[in-house]
């Protein structure tokens, strides 16, 4: 397909587990993004991803949290030691030429 | 410190009647905000875009007006049909460094058959 994927769609884990997420951005697309929505929030900026720059990490929450782009293209999100507070849908995004971002289906996340 | 904010969680309207969505943002530095649609289950979709040097913008039944004085933008749906039922998002962007998207808190409308 030509949008963008994301993996695994759902994820129940135990509290204190790592957790990885997968995105597969649109093929071409040099921007990158990381959102999480929480219950009846917004979409919370994580981190961002352009080209070969060094990555804007200064959304991520904790340093539990990281994430990387291998080859400039798929994105993997590792949550570590995970909490029960980090359970919310994780979005991702990737943008080409213009301001359209383009979202994932997301991964809900459950942490018991 | 939420600077872009949908006031209104919910909001219902007859088919065929406009739908107004509001969306007020605290940062005059934004250039570019956007409305995105979201269906359960899916990632939000683009629906239409405007810069900060209009004041309007216009795509079929979709219209966004932009207020930079009162730091105000809308999203009227004329007519409203029941497929525009979803959350709708605003979300400004930070044109400093890194292009960064503050989103707001989105809107659910439902319009009613």
């Known amino acids: 397909g030509a949008g963008v994927s994301q993996s695994p769609s759902n994820k129940v884990t135990e509290k204190g587990k790592d957790v990885e997420l997968r995105c597969d951005p649109i093929?071409?697309?040099?921007?990158l993004y990381w959102y999480r929505q929480s219950l009846g929030q917004g979409l919370e900026f994580l981190i961002y991803f352009q080209g070969n720059s060094a990555p804007d990490k200064s959304g991520l929450p904790s340093d539990r949290f990281s994430a990387e782009r291998t080859g400039g293209s798929v994105s993997t999100l590792t949550i570590q030691r995970t909490q029960q507070e980090d359970s919310a849908v994780y979005l991702c995004?990737?943008?080409?030429?213009?301001?359209?971002?383009?979202f994932g289906p997301g991964t809900r996340l459950l942490v018991l | 410190d939420q600077q872009v904010k949908q006031n209104s969680p919910s909001l219902s309207v007859q088919e065929g009647r406009i739908s107004i969505l509001n969306c007020d943002y605290t940062n005059s530095m934004f250039d570019y905000f956007l409305w995105y649609k979201k269906y359960p289950a899916e990632g939000p979709t683009f629906l239409i875009s405007?810069?900060?040097?209009?004041d309007k913008n216009e795509d079929g039944r979709f219209t966004v007006f932009l207020n930079k004085s009162a730091k105000h933008l809308s999203l009227h749906i004329v007519p409203s049909q029941p497929g525009d039922s979803a959350v709708y998002f605003c979300?400004?962007?930070?044109?400093?460094?890194?292009?960064?998207?503050?989103f707001g808190t989105g809107t659910r409308l439902k319009v009613l058959a």
């Open positions: 093929s071409g697309h040099t921007a």
């Open positions: 995004a990737s943008q080409g030429v213009g301001e359209t971002q383009y």
């Open positions: 405007i810069s900060s040097i209009k």
């Open positions: 979300a400004a962007r930070l044109p400093s460094g890194t292009y960064k998207y503050i």
